[in-house]
């Protein structure tokens, strides 16, 4: 994985983590091929990385059926949270940049994929653009976006959805059915050492 100095996200905040600038932000993750746990604790140990980021924690990591083409493994999903100073589109595009440093190679809508990293909210903000919608829009629907989240906030309340447990009240359907990893999630500055250690001999 590459990236440069220039790249936005590798730029020095100039201010502390206290500024109104910071925003507490949850990006839900996906995998379905490759080494998926793997992918993803990479992913995030990655963003963890960013000087424009801090106090990163993660989830739990599950196992759900596919949505969309059933043809397709199985998925493991999780989130992660974090603060940044951000602006939300920067944001998108650090994400997508990983994807691809990571080797996503879009396919088919829905269809499998070696990373999926989507913005679950971004604060409070509500914002519908051709290339970014906050929050996401199928946030309320998907039990593995939505129990993931629960592991990191409980009381999250998402904006024009409500809370995450009257959203899993509500769900039409289910897709989760297992955890995949507990290990270390109530460790989680304890996980972020681990994946330091074991990406310690990766390229940067
Ligand atoms: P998928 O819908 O399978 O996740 P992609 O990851 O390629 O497919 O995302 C499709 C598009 O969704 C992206 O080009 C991106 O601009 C858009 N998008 C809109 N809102 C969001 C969001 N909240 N998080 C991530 N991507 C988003
Ligand atoms: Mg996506």
Redesign the pocket.
């Given at each position: 994985m590459r990236m440069t100095n220039s790249h936005p996200v590798m730029q020095k905040p100039a201010d502390s983590c206290c500024d109104d600038n910071w925003a507490q932000v949850y990006i839900g993750l996906g995998s379905n091929l490759g080494d998926s746990e793997q992918v993803l604790q990479r992913a995030c140990w990655a963003i963890a990385q960013w000087p424009s980021v801090r106090n990163l924690r993660m989830s739990n990591w599950y196992r759900s059926r596919p949505q969309g083409p059933q043809d397709q493994p199985d998925y493991v999903n999780g989130a992660c949270c974090f603060t940044t100073h951000l602006a939300p589109r920067t944001l998108?595009a650090a994400l997508q940049q990983l994807e691809m440093d990571l080797g996503k190679i879009?396919q088919r809508?829905?269809g499998e994929r070696l990373v999926?990293l989507?913005?679950i909210c971004y604060g409070q903000l509500i914002l519908n653009t051709p290339?970014?919608?906050?929050p996401?829009p199928m946030a309320s629907q998907r039990d593995f976006v939505l129990v993931p989240l629960q592991d990191l906030a409980p009381d999250l309340v998402l904006p024009k959805f409500g809370s995450i447990q009257q959203c899993l009240e509500q769900l039409p359907e289910t897709f989760l059915y297992a955890v995949a990893d507990t290990s270390l999630c109530h460790q989680p500055d304890k996980r972020i050492e681990l994946l330091h250690e074991k990406n310690a001999e990766a390229v940067i």
């Open positions: 998108l879009k809508h829905w999926d989507d913005v290339e970014l919608t906050l996401h």
